[in-house]
């Protein structure tokens, strides 16, 4: 199969990473490095990719970026799942061609954490978009998308795998096109009023609104849902004058049309617009300044 680079580099964490990783090595005669992003190193990414003679890479990012900066072979640097921006000096380099992977359907929820910003804002569909890298974070020319549905269900967590597998069977369908240098890409469309997400934001700065109907509050509860991991921290709620945090969430449907809101011992419960909200393991953590 014709080929444009001498070598790939993919920088990122996760499956997903390694899953691309792997593909490239399999299909194609040229060296793969991996440059893992996780803050320790990762076992599942180093042995696996130790397996199937991808060279890994942990280490200062700073280091590793200089490492990038210096090849003089032509680079196919993918960005899987990258919480790092990749320097200009590296962008600029004759010899690379960048390509990232992004979870959601672009110019839409640019950004950090795309999969509960489209979960909170009750987007009916979700998807993630391959495209070319440039110094503005998210604004490159699109190469494929491909659209994940979103349904009353779906968080953060789940949303996320099913981008992943989009994301890779995109990524499959590309790979000879980009690798032989023929791949067409089409600039962004111009939308107004989309908001950048950074790191720092969270779907409404953490708290959950009892004014919302049962179906926003169902959807704030799974945009935070990232099963184990809490990239936003704990959620809180207002309720007399305090501040609480809870351990278990559950939604269910009811037969419940017009809206109530009761707390029993430790349950907070929510019900109307057919659904049940219940709230386990509330937890006062402190008075709030602007009682609820």
Not at 110 to 119: C, F, H, L, N, T
Request: proline share 5%.
């Amino acid at each position: 199969m014709e080929q444009k680079y001498n070598k790939a580099i993919i920088i990122g964490l996760g499956k997903i990473a390694f899953r691309c990783a792997e593909k490239i090595k399999r299909s194609f005669s040229i060296e793969v490095e991996l440059f893992d992003v996780n803050d320790e190193p990762s076992r599942f990414l180093s042995s696996n990719a130790d397996k199937c003679n991808i060279k890994y890479l942990f280490g200062d990012k700073q280091e590793v970026f200089d490492l990038i900066e210096k090849e003089e072979s032509a680079v196919l640097l993918l960005s899987v799942y990258n919480p790092l921006i990749i320097p200009a000096n590296i962008l600029d380099k004759p010899g690379i061609t960048a390509v990232n992977l992004h979870h959601s359907l672009l110019p839409f929820h640019p950004g950090m954490y795309s999969e509960a910003w489209a979960v909170f804002e009750q987007d009916e569909y979700s998807g993630i978009t391959w495209h070319f890298v440039t110094p503005k974070i998210d604004a490159g020319d699109i190469i494929i998308q491909k659209k994940v549905p979103i349904n009353d269900r779906t968080t953060s967590y789940s949303l996320l795998y099913d981008m992943n597998e989009a994301a890779y069977k995109a990524f499959e369908e590309i790979l000879p096109a980009i690798m032989n240098g023929s791949i067409k890409a089409f600039r962004q469309p111009q939308t107004a009023n989309i908001s950048f997400h950074y790191k720092k934001d969270k779907p409404n700065n953490g708290i959950l609104d009892l004014s919302w109907d049962t179906r926003k509050i169902s959807s704030f509860l799974r945009a935070y849902d990232y099963f184990a991991a809490a990239p936003f921290g704990s959620p809180t709620v207002k309720w007399n004058g305090e501040m609480y945090t809870w351990k278990k969430y559950k939604i269910t449907p009811c037969d419940t049309a017009s809206k109530k809101i009761s707390v029993a011992g430790q349950k907070l419960i929510a019900e109307g617009s057919g659904l049940k909200i219940v709230l386990t393991g509330l937890e006062s953590c402190g008075t709030c300044s602007d009682p609820a």
